[in-house]
Nanobody, 116 residues
Framework: QVQLVESGGGLVQAGGSLRLSCRAS????????MSWYRQAPEKQRELVAV???????SYADSVKGRFTISRDNAKNTVYLQMNSLKPEDTAVYYC??????????WGQGTQVTVSS
C-alpha cells in the first residue's frame, strides 16, 4: 500500500511562488510516473504536469513556462515549483502515482489560494 502526502500549499499574492511537495511511502516510487492535478471549485479535476520514471516531463498549456515538475527518487518525493502565480491557479492540488503495474494512488490534496 502506497501513501502520498502533499505539502507546501498556502495563500500567496498574484505573481508569487510556491513549491508543492508530495512524498510517497513504499519502494516503487522510482519506477512510477508521477503527476500533479488540480481541482478548482465547481470544476473538473485537470492535469497540471507529469514526470515519467525516466524524467521526461509534460505540462498543461495553462502552466507552461511558469510551473516546473521535478522528482528526487532518493527522497521518494515529487515537487511542483509554481512561479508567477495567477488567481486562476487557485485550486486544491493533488499528486498521483502511476506505477508500471497495479493501481494508481492519489494524495489527499493541498490548497493553493492566489489572491489578486
Amino acid at each position: 500500500q502506497v501513501q502520498l502526502v502533499e505539502s507546501g500549499g498556502g495563500l500567496v499574492q498574484a505573481g508569487g511562488s510556491l513549491r508543492l511537495s508530495c512524498r510517497a511511502s513504499g519502494s516503487i516510487f522510482s519506477r512510477a510516473g508521477m503527476s500533479w492535478y488540480r481541482q478548482a471549485p465547481e470544476k473538473q479535476r485537470e492535469l497540471v504536469a507529469v514526470i515519467g520514471n525516466g524524467g521526461g516531463t509534460s505540462y498543461a498549456d495553462s502552466v507552461k513556462g511558469r510551473f516546473t515538475i521535478s522528482r528526487d527518487n532518493a527522497k521518494n518525493t515529487v515537487y511542483l515549483q509554481m512561479n508567477s502565480l495567477k488567481p486562476e491557479d487557485t485550486a486544491v492540488y493533488y499528486c498521483k502515482m502511476t506505477p508500471v503495474v497495479g493501481p494508481t494512488y492519489w494524495g489527499q490534496g493541498t490548497q493553493v489560494t492566489v489572491s489578486s
